[in-house]
């Protein structure tokens, strides 16, 4: 099929979707006349039942906790799938990269892009830190924070070398985080079924709602979150910047 | 006026599909992909919108303020992390598309050509 007529052929179809579209949601609640049923309720009795002030968190981690799971699953599985896709092909090389050689050296990193990756490393790192552990208090948690967490090792790579990152950012370590993120939010679950309740219900002391020890197991979930992400989207960095080095050493115009 | 947020999330997910419809380079397609995706974004967090409403953290507001829906926000939450995940599975395809037949461009792809 020659582009122009492709391109017809999808703004016939798109006009049809756009119009069935806009009837369909011409026929919703007008844009904010919100009518629902359970965001009402559950802004109504979260904070008392669950003391998080965050809601969407305690909705997340608590109410639809199962689902979240699931969720983070979907995370490590693709993590996982991209491993695998990317693993080392037979054909290409497996010995570490000459990096002096003159054709292949990377272009090399300006001084002030260094120096400002490497002072806002720590800021980023705590930042990441304080968005995990406040994640049912404001808004953030385990997945806001673990990315923010995972920009730390994009910045050393940005102000270093690969090579550096790879040092202070061993994989196994980053394979123990994403799996014990993984395995310890099914713990957190289990830890209900211990006590005689059902999976993933929240059976710690709930403490005051807006402290930071409050909301029972949602900090708990959240640090693990933390820990997956974190982990999980710092090993994507890897995979990738490892094709960079292959396709380099392969000769690559990239 | 009170059907513009649902248009929006009907003109990104059509101008995403068109990207896509007319892409000549994987990684923009990826790209557009995304582009579709925030249009789910933009017509959650529609749907949960209340007049007047603040978000839904009652940690410097008392209980019973009006605010909008969490549940559409935790949706949308699960949503960007799908949006990712689809994103580093496609990516990662489309650095393999490249090593196997040197372009990025689809209809370049004799192997799938019908």
Known sequence: MSPRLRRRVFLVAAGAVAALLLWGLSGLPAFGDYAGTYGTVLNRVAVDERHATNVVAAVTFDYRGVDTMGEEFILFAAVVGVAILLRAQRDEAEEPPDEDADDRRAPGTSDAVRVLGLALLGPIVLYGIYVVAHGHLSPGGGFQGGVVLATGALLVFLSGEYVTLRRVGPETLLDLAESAGAGGYVAVGLLGLATGAAFLANVLPLGQPGTLLSSGMIPLINLAVGLEVAGGLVLLLYEFLDQTLVMRRQGYDI | ?114
């Open chain 2, 1 to 114: 006026m009170s059907l513009l947020p649902y248009a929006v999330a009907v003109w990104l997910f059509l101008v995403g599909l068109y990207g896509i419809v007319t892409s000549k380079n994987l990684i923009h397609a990826v790209t557009c992909l995304s582009v579709v995706q925030s249009s789910t974004y933009v017509l959650l967090l529609a749907i949960g919108y209340r007049r007047g409403g603040t978000a839904p953290i009652f940690l410097d507001v008392p209980v019973g303020t009006p605010a909008v829906d969490p549940v559409v926000a935790a949706l949308a939450l699960t949503d960007v992390v799908v949006g990712a995940t689809v994103a580093a599975l496609l990516l990662a395809l489309a650095v393999q598309a490249h090593k196997r037949h040197g372009t990025l461009d689809p209809d370049e792809f004799r192997s799938l050509r019908g």
